[in-house]
């Protein structure tokens, strides 16, 4: 099983990125999708979810109307969408696997991380 995040990088408050994460090793359409933060001395955040089908989705609320969470089935990827960033949105970001409802095991996977750097 593998979760491998991509597309972070260094970036001047107010600009965009955008995050990839490409799955492999797992039914990928069966697993709810999650992208999670931590910055230096702080704890592991949420930021964004979705579905398995990728009809429902959640923000954190520091990030609404600002981030955008989808998912390509075919493609075995989550992405998210990074617009107007600030500085408090600087962390390591990672990709998290949560089995839908009804699967076993119930095994959550989470991916190395990949660092976002928000600084003019």
């Known amino acids: 099983v593998q979760l491998v995040e991509s597309g972070g990088g260094l970036v001047q408050p107010g600009g965009s990125l955008r995050l990839s994460c490409a799955a492999s090793g797992f039914t990928f359409s069966s697993y709810g999708m999650s992208w999670y933060r931590q910055a230096p001395g702080k704890e592991r955040e949420l930021v964004a979810s979705?579905?398995?089908?990728?009809?429902?989705?959640n923000y954190a609320d520091s990030v609404k109307g600002r981030f955008t969470i989808s998912r390509d089935n075919a493609k075995n990827t989550v992405y998210l969408q990074m617009n107007s960033l600030k500085p408090e949105d600087m962390a390591v970001y990672y990709c998290?696997?949560?089995?839908?409802?009804?699967?076993?095991?119930?095994?959550?996977?989470w991916g190395q991380g990949t660092q976002v750097t928000v600084s003019s």
């Open positions: 979705i579905s398995s089908a990728g009809g429902s989705t």
């Open positions: 998290k696997a949560v089995p839908k409802a009804g699967l076993a095991p119930r095994t959550n996977y």
